[in-house]
């Protein structure tokens, strides 16, 4: 891995992957592998040595964020988890204020796991719901039930741990809008501060896409997903989350700030099998099988096994794409902070075509999405790739 020559130390996020999982969803891509028979200290060790390896490369003075996903980190045991976060906070500066996520489990996390996380500056819990409907539930291939949830969260209120936030799918196999009413109706009663919303997404190598391929499987049309976008949107904005990005809603003060490290195209060290990181001008991506990821930390040396180069045309066409999701958009004089050249003068022609269109606006300095923008966000990031 190449690193910079100028290593000027700014203030990084970092995203640690933790692949071990009880059971494997039917529609997930996600680098993760059977947590059985897995070495799994040893992958937590070598984590913490990649981290030690990539600062050296990459120094940071301060973590703006931390966030552990997966797979399943609530799949380890405590001791575990002790072991991992323990490194985490040794080898990564970090304020108690800065936000620090981990990834849970509906009916995974015990007391003593909280407390463990808690114990280390844990402060968000992420918690993949899906939907509160048990026969879909089980059609997508989650062992978790909508009691589950209510159990978990009425612990996690008990142990006074409310920065919680769930994530939804909507546009699922079968799925009915009275089915995903009722869903959008029982996560809005749980009165909690953020919620994501993702409409399905077939991926290759998924249980999912060879179904649908085998006509096994009927997905709801684009008209009925469309609906049940626009309601997920008016039901949040009636509830006091506003949606700060095209499928996040929040209330004021409590949208993702790791998230808007990915949204406002900023660093973030990948760390684990198959993470994806950016720092520099570069985009790397880690070897994602598990023997493939721990052989080169054997020998110290990190586990990349793909990197590119962002050229000054890239780095603005990924600024404006990701930043566009946001519903604040794209600062002009953040823009031109970053890349000493005007907005206007190298999107011009593409920004008044799309406002004709009515896609985007220019308001308070920014580009932004229409509302329209919104439902077809993925038209309107095309227009701004310039090769």
Known sequence: MTTMNNLHTSNRSAYIHIPFCEHICYYCDFNKVFIEGQPVDEYIEKM????????AAYPSQDTKTIYIGGGTPTSLSAKQLDRLLQGVRERLPFQETNEFTVEANPGDLTQEKLRVMKNYGVNRLSMGVQTFDNQLLKKIG??????????TMDFLEKEDF???SIDLIYALPGQTLE???DTLHRALALD?????LYSLILENKTMFMNWVRQ??????????ESQMFEETIEAMEQAGRHQYEVSNFALPGKESQHNLIYWNNEEYYGI???????????????????KHYLKPLESGILPVVETEELTKQNQMEEEMFLGLRKKVGVSTDVFFEKYQVALADVYGEV?????????????????KMTKQGLFLGNQVFEKFLLS
């Open 179 to 181: 089915s995903f009413r």
């Open 192 to 196: 909690l501060p953020h919620y994501s």
């Open 351 to 367: 920004i008044e075509q799309l406002k004709k269109e009515r896609l985007i606006i220019e308001e308070n300095g920014s580009v």
């Open 142 to 151: 989650r062992k978790h039930t909508a009691e589950d949830v209510y159990q």
């Open 48 to 55: 913490l040595l990649e981290i030690e390896l990539i600062k």
């Open 215 to 224: 006509g096994r499987l009927e997905l709801p049309d684009q008209e009925v």
């Open 162 to 164: 409310r920065n919680v």
């Open 272 to 290: 684990g099998a198959g993470a994806s990181g950016y720092l520099g001008q570069m985009r790397y991506k880690n070897h994602g099988p598990i």
